[in-house]
Each structure stands twice: as structure tokens, then as C-alpha cells.
T-cell receptor, first 110, second 111 residues
Framework: KQEVTQIPAALSVPEGENLVLNCSFT??????LQWFRQDPGKGLTSLLL?????REQTSGRLNASLDKSSGRSTLYIAASQPGDSATYLC?????????FGSGTQLTVLP | NAGVTQTPKFQVLKTGQSMTLQCAQD?????MYWYRQDPGMGLRLIYY???????DKGEVPNGYNVSRLNKREFSLRLESAAPSQTSVYFC??????????FGDGTRLSIL
């Protein structure tokens, strides 16, 4: 059974810092990996999707990497802003479903 | 763009009552999913539908039934609600290999 772990569970940084969120998974036979953002009381917003054949994806200030052999993914956020404050979820995809980590709650202080 | 629409947004039930959560997507996706989100447990898959006319169990299907009414709509039914089913329920849709897109959720309390 796939297990997904996100460390740290919570992170607080001052505005402008570059930061890295970590995700690890136990079964390297994955289909894809997806990063989401969730604001309090809201649904999930898809940020980046990395297919199993890819090493990284970029969107604006976000860059996600994937290393299947080591079972790891990182989400890099450049020049963080208070509006980036949210919970970030990593989800590992099989052909049929996603398995989610518990998330990293990010607070960016003005 | 509506995306994935869930109704209702909030609901309070008494133990033993039944209800149906509705989900509709306008992105012409083949696959649809129902998840529940609980503190400390993360998101867990209840049921999914790979295409119109097919449904399969996920990680936590007990106490739930689903119907893929057509390509757009995928409903989740609680036949006899229990307090353990108090949760936030999310519907999602995707194309094969593509990102999953989520609705805003239904917050369900069972007394």
C-alpha cells in the first residue's frame, strides 16, 4: 500500500524567502505526482502535475521535482508572499487513484 | 468556468437519516472521484468512476453508495448516516493521466 509523508507539518517563514516543501512516498511505481494548495474551508487547487517520466515541472514561482528512485518530490516556492499562506498537499497517482499526504501548513509572515 | 460543482455545501443530519451528495463537472472528463477529508487522516478515496457506467471502490467505501448518472454527474449516497461519517466530502474529476480538479466540498455533520 502506498504511503505518502510530508515534512514538515507546519512551516512559518518571513516574506521574500525561498522555501522547499518535501514529500516522500514508499512505492516508486507511480503514474504521476500532483501538488495541490488548500485554503482554509476551501477545496483543493491543482498547482503542478508531474508525470512519472518527467523530472520537474514549473509554473511561475513554483517548481516541483520528482525522483522516483528515491521516492521523493519537492515543491520549491520562490520569493514567498503572504498570499502563499495555505496548506500544500502532495498526492501520488496510480493508474486509478491518488494517495494523499497530510500536508504542510505554510504561513508567510509580512 | 464552473469546473466541479458540489451540492449542498453544508448539511446536518441525524443518525439513521439518508441523503445524497451531488457532483457535476463541465470539463467533459471521463473519470470522477469521491473523497472524504478528516483531521489527521488526510484525504481518502471513497469511490471512483473511470468512465460513464462504471464504478469502483476506493479505500473507505463502507456505508456509501455511488451512481454515475451520466458523464457529467456522480452522486454519493449515505443510506443510514452514522456519526463516523461526519466529514468534509470532495468530488473531483480528471482525464486519464491528467490532473484531478476538485469541487469546493460538502461539510456534513451527523448528530
Amino acid at each position: 500500500k502506498q504511503e505518502v509523508t510530508q515534512i514538515p507539518a507546519a512551516l512559518s517563514v518571513p516574506e521574500g524567502e525561498n522555501l522547499v516543501l518535501n514529500c516522500s512516498f514508499t512505492d516508486s511505481a507511480i503514474y504521476n505526482l500532483q501538488w495541490f494548495r488548500q485554503d482554509p474551508g476551501k477545496g483543493l487547487t491543482s498547482l503542478l502535475l508531474i508525470q512519472s517520466s518527467q523530472r520537474e515541472q514549473t509554473s511561475g514561482r513554483l517548481n516541483a521535482s520528482l525522483d522516483k528512485s528515491s521516492g521523493r518530490s519537492t515543491l520549491y516556492i520562490a520569493a514567498s508572499q503572504p498570499g502563499d499562506s495555505a496548506t500544500y498537499l502532495c498526492a501520488v497517482g496510480s493508474a486509478r487513484q491518488l494517495t494523499f499526504g497530510s500536508g504542510t501548513q505554510l504561513t508567510v509572515l509580512p | 468556468n464552473a469546473g466541479v460543482t458540489q451540492t449542498p455545501k453544508f448539511q446536518v443530519l441525524k443518525t439513521g437519516q439518508s441523503m445524497t451528495l451531488q457532483c457535476a463537472q463541465d470539463m467533459n472528463h471521463n473519470s470522477m472521484y469521491w473523497y472524504r477529508q478528516d483531521p489527521g487522516m488526510g484525504l481518502r478515496l471513497i469511490y471512483y468512476s473511470a468512465s460513464e457506467g462504471t464504478t469502483d471502490k476506493g479505500e473507505v467505501p463502507n456505508g456509501y453508495n455511488v451512481s454515475r448518472l451520466n458523464k457529467r454527474e456522480f452522486s454519493l449516497r449515505l443510506e443510514s448516516a452514522a456519526p463516523s461519517q461526519t466529514s468534509v466530502y470532495f468530488c473531483a474529476s480528471s482525464e486519464v493521466g491528467g490532473p484531478q480538479h476538485f469541487g469546493d466540498g460538502t461539510r456534513l455533520s451527523i448528530l
